[in-house]
């Protein structure tokens, strides 16, 4: 009986070394990965900080390749910080490598979506069709772009909300850029009476046109009839401006065009329809 209770005694000394050793062992690894993953993600964070201030400071380097440096340096880091991590606990990072090679199928497959707008947002960076603050029409919206990072694409419209959409759905879309080319052409109608004077509409339209400096004298403004609707001759009214002016010009100059007919006795008329009543 007495040898019994020493063997079991002994039994759970043993146990309680082996306990003490491996919470010795294994808890100073755990304690490590904590601290060098908090660590990992602030520096991450500090270092993706000081990247994209150290390129807003240059001139060569403008707003869109700064925000997109600074997104894939975090995210280079913090793939740095989960092999320290897991090296904290003995795993291997040749092991590593090759249990993520052998499983690349299917990682692949699982984070296909992920991967394509990674894709398309190196394309992006590499072609540039747009760059941080022009306005674009893209993957089926429109706004001014404020980011290009790894994922997404970052815009904002112009009543301010704002908009995010992954890379590969931009990528794969028309872009319509409304801000890359210094000028653009403005388009307005306007429309007379049958009854009026169409060369003398035509004269006061010039001259509005002349009179406004934000009016690019070449390419030539354009002044045509380009149709006879129901109740109008319509007129086609095409100037270049600076980008900047497209809207005021466009705002400001149907305001002049009315007043300018309304000052020449230039009828634009109201949509009209005869009925005739029968008697019976």
Excluded: C
């Excluded at 993600?41 to 925000?67: C, I, N, P, Q």
């Excluded at 301010?160 to 590969?168: F, K």
């Excluded at 403005?186 to 009179?211: F, L, R």
């Amino acid at each position: 009986m007495e040898s019994a209770t020493v063997a079991v005694s002994d039994q759970i000394e043993l146990v309680i070394e082996a306990l003490s050793s491996t919470l010795t062992t294994y808890g100073l690894s755990v304690v490590g990965a904590i601290v060098t993953l908090i660590v990992g993600v602030w520096f991450a964070g500090y270092a993706s900080r000081l990247t994209g201030r150290a390129l807003e400071k240059t001139s060569r380097v403008d707003d869109t390749l700064s925000k997109f440096f600074a997104s894939f340096i975090r995210y280079l880091v913090l793939a740095v910080v989960v092999v320290a991590v897991l090296n904290q606990f003995g795993v291997e990072t040749a092991s590593l490598v090759a249990v993520l090679a052998t499983a690349g199928l299917a990682i692949g497959l699982a984070l296909q979506g992920t991967l394509t707008n990674v894709a398309s947002g190196v394309m992006l960076l590499f072609f540039r069709p747009f760059k941080v603050g022009d306005y674009v029409e893209a993957g089926g919206h429109a706004g001014t772009i404020q980011e290009l990072n790894l994922f997404f694409t970052v815009m904002a419209t112009p009543d301010n909300v704002r908009i995010t959409v992954p890379n590969g759905q931009v990528w794969g879309s028309a872009v319509h850029n409304y801000s890359a080319n210094s000028t653009r052409r403005v388009d307005i109608s306007a429309g007379i009476a049958y009854d009026a004077d169409i060369d003398k509409a035509m004269a006061v339209v010039h001259e509005t046109i002349s009179a406004d400096t934000r009016i690019k004298p070449d390419p030539e403004p354009f002044v045509a009839v380009t149709e006879m609707a129901d109740s109008s001759v319509n007129f086609t009214i095409r100037v270049w401006v600076d980008n900047a002016d497209v809207w005021p010009v466009k705002f400001d100059l149907t305001k002049a065009v009315k007043q300018a007919f309304d000052r020449n006795g230039i009828d634009i008329p109201f949509p009209t329809r005869t009925v005739h009543m029968a008697e019976n």
